[in-house]
């Protein structure tokens, strides 16, 4: 079974640093595109952070310049480095990525999601 497991959240101080990863799990070929989106309560879902198969990256304006999205197609492995942390980064953290499996059929799957709190 092909899934996303996220992990690396928690609770982090204002200024402080945390490290998201995202594990593709099952029979997986490659990684195509990848994204970290967050949702914050009673906000929608945004996108924050994008890596291309060529390792192209863009990010949201309000993380440019703290946060690093990569990857590591040798582990199925897709991180992100947030640094500088703000009180308004706390969200739910999701991983979503297009994944090639070994029928060859690309599909699109959401991670379950990991809480990032930020706070003194």
């Known amino acids: 079974q092909v899934q996303l497991v996220e992990s690396g959240g928690g609770l982090v101080q204002p200024g402080g640093s945390l490290r998201l990863s995202c594990t593709a799990s099952g029979t997986i070929v490659r990684i195509y595109n990848a994204h970290w989106y967050r949702q914050a309560p009673g906000k929608e879902r945004e996108l924050v952070a994008t890596?291309?198969?060529?390792?192209?990256?863009t990010y949201a304006d309000s993380v440019k310049g703290r946060f690093t999205i990569s990857r590591d197609n040798t582990k199925n492995m897709v991180s992100l480095q947030m640094n500088s942390l703000k009180p308004e980064d706390t969200a739910v953290y999701y991983c979503?990525?297009?994944?090639?499996?070994?029928?060859?059929?690309?599909?699109?799957?959401w991670g379950q999601g990991t809480q990032v709190t930020v706070s003194s």
């Open positions: 979503n990525a297009n994944l090639q499996d070994s029928t060859g059929y690309i599909r699109n799957y």
């Open positions: 890596i291309t198969r060529g390792d192209s990256t």
